[in-house]
């Protein structure tokens, strides 16, 4: 017997691709805050190629020097050039967070699919887990984890595995709405009558549908990822030193009381996570419908005559 299913034409997903993309590109605060993450990721890749400065040279003569056209941002108490460790810890922390980001997504894309379509009381009770995690305090429960891992703590691994396994309950919640307001959805019941099994229900029809929000949820993590790395390493459990990242370039101005050392880097952290939060908000008003409809309905203001 042949399965019929429900498969929308290619042509038919650009097209609602481009209807929704063309929101998201009217939308200026967005639109500015991925050039600035974009900008901050082409720095953090390319600036170290051109510097013509070795991260962890140590220049004695040149410690504490202010910003110059050969050290734009100075130099630390080493001598070493500012602004390609910079770079360099920029490099470290975003290797953290996509890789603590794909465990997380990993987890819980996987878990809230699967309790979105079990349904009933398995999806009872693998959300009250959820809920039971999320009563948990992340950070405290990241730190309790790399002092159990002891020596392997001060590596990147130890990081990513602290902060991606206290992570990912926010990602399988979203998810799972996501899926248990698609199951109820018209094209499903149709592929289900129309004879399609659940699992080519679930592959073809309901994840592929709930990719905005797994879009949505990558923004959400990401900020919370790197300020987890920062707030670790302040305490003494990330990478520790000659390797640069910015949580520890941060904790090494703090410990020295050098403001400047540590202004530099919390301000790649700020500025990062500021523009994180504004992709992921303005990624909700274009994949959510509700919020879709919202903001087309906000009254624009009249110039002043």
Known sequence: MTTLELAEPRF???????????????NRATVAAMLVLALLVVFCVGWPFVSGHDPNDVVFAQSDQGPSLEHPLGTDRFG??????????????????????????????????????????????????????????????????????????????????????VGWMLTARLVRGEVVALKARNFVFAARALGASPTNVARRHIVPNAAGIVFIAVFLELPTIVLGEAFLSV??????????TWGNMAEQGLH???????AVPSAAIAIFVLAANVIADGLHDVLDPRRAAQVRRRPRRRPRA
């Open 235 to 244: 305490l003494g459990l990330g990478p520790p030193p000659p390797t640069a």
């Open 12 to 26: 038919l997903r650009a097209r609602r691709f481009a209807a929704r993309a063309r929101p998201l590109a009217a």
């Open 80 to 165: 070493r050039d500012l602004m390609t460790r910079l770079a360099i810890g920029g490099r470290t922390t975003l290797l953290i967070a996509v890789l603590a980001l794909l465990v997380v997504l990993l987890v819980g894309v996987v878990y809230g699919t699967i309790a979105g379509l079990a349904g009933g009381a398995a999806d009872s009770v693998m959300m009250r887990v959820v809920d039971g995690l999320f009563a948990l305090p992340r950070l405290p429960i990241a730190i309790v984890i790399l002092v159990v891992l002891s020596a392997d703590a001060s590596t990147v691994p130890g990081v990513v595995l602290a902060l991606s396994v």
């Open 256 to 262: 020295f009381f050098r403001v400047w050392e540590m």
